[in-house]
């Protein structure tokens, strides 16, 4: 049976907390690179590297290997936003967190190359130190190993001490309520059942409301992206030049930011299989959600902050995106509220 006294180690906030701020500064770093893509300084650091040896090698122009650098930062930022809500779930004692961590530890140092390998490193670094002991018993429900007593020298004992004698008394004093099991009883503060604060689910309360809303917003908005995005593939399949047309007249400045027609197509047909997949695994997640899963639950807290992240990051260029940001961030809010958490691992 898990042990959900056992107190904390001090292995465990610390790695937690080395994700939480090691994402937090990946996202920022990742904000700064994709505003600085497009300038002359960041073009000109990528001509120089296509131009020297390793850089000839991939076989790149400028613009692919900018366009690479947006899709890589992107990923990363999502990482790490998902990172930093995880480690939070970590400290909750959670293994599924752990688990999903673990996952996106690899994607993380990967990508994280572009925004600065540092960051990323220590991340991942403090991942791994979820799985060293103490921290590994602990978040698995598990009492502690305790350490190892080394054995102490023996020391000879002491002769006692002479007798004293008891000083010469009439008697005891009798004490008024001494050995009154009622009384005693009466004047010790009654037992607590939970602790100051806290908030236990009810059994039997019924599906928290922001669960309710939370799940709604997420099927109402995977079905509008899942249904948008397979329409747009199924025209690029079918009618290429329809698609593109379309995004050259609503984005003039693709053609003169160096964009093939052959670059826009592929990355419309790739982000738009992508947004499929993803709109129907978030459709799936919030069906286990609702049923209380704790697994779902954690992964689709993740698909929400890390869909919030992704139209961030696109509504810099297109403030349409601020629509499906708002449906992202408010169900996120939704699925941390108290209640909700409660209900979860009840």
């Not at 073009?43 to 020297?52: G, I, K, M, P, S």
């Not at 040896?53 to 900018?66: F, I, P």
């Not at 990323?120 to 921290?135: D, E, K, N, T």
């Not at 997949?277 to 902050?305: D, K, N, Q």
Request: proline share 10%; with cysteine.
């Amino acid at each position: 049976m898990p042990d959900k006294t056992a107190p904390r180690p001090a292995q465990v906030t610390l790695a937690a907390w080395l994700v939480m701020a090691g994402s937090l500064v990946v996202v920022v770093a990742a904000f700064d690179q994709i505003a600085g893509l497009h300038t002359m300084e960041t073009r000109q650091a990528v001509e120089e590297f296509l131009n020297d040896d390793v850089g000839k090698t991939l076989g790149l122009d400028v613009q692919s290997t900018l366009s690479l650098m947006r899709v890589l930062t992107m990923i990363a930022a999502a990482c790490a936003t998902a990172a930093g809500i995880l480690g939070y779930q970590v400290l909750q004692r959670s293994r599924s967190a752990r688990f999903v961590l673990t996952l996106l530890a690899t994607p993380l140092f990967l990508t994280g190359v572009v925004v600065g390998g540092l960051i990323p490193s220590m991340v991942v670094g403090a991942i791994v130190m979820l799985w060293f002991q103490p921290a590994r018993d602990w978040v698995d429900g598990k009492t502690p190993r305790p350490a190892p007593v080394t054995p102490k020298a023996q020391v000879p004992p002491s002769p006692p001490p002479p007798p004293i004698s008891p000083p010469h008394d009439s008697g005891a004093r009798p004490v008024s309520g001494f050995g009154d099991r009622t009384s005693l009883l009466d004047s010790l503060p009654p037992p607590r059942t939970a602790p100051i604060g806290a908030a236990p689910y009810a059994v039997g309360a019924g599906r928290p409301p922001a669960l309710v809303w939370a799940c709604v917003l997420t099927w109402a908005g995977s079905a509008l992206t899942f249904v948008a995005m397979l329409v747009t593939v199924v025209v690029m399949v079918v009618s290429p030049d329809l698609v593109t047309d379309e995004l050259l007249r609503q984005n003039p400045n693709l053609e003169s930011d160096g964009l093939s027609v052959d670059s826009l197509r592929s990355t419309v047909l790739y982000a738009g299989s992508l947004l499929v997949v993803w709109s129907l695994t978030a459709i799936v997640l919030a069906a286990y959600a609702w049923r209380g899963r704790p697994w779902a639950w954690t992964a689709l807290v993740v698909s929400s902050a890390s869909a919030s992240v992704m139209c961030l990051l696109a509504a810099l260029t297109n403030p349409v995106l601020l629509l499906p940001l708002g449906v992202c961030v408010a169900a996120t809010v939704l699925l941390m509220r108290p209640e909700v958490r409660a209900f979860i691992n009840r």
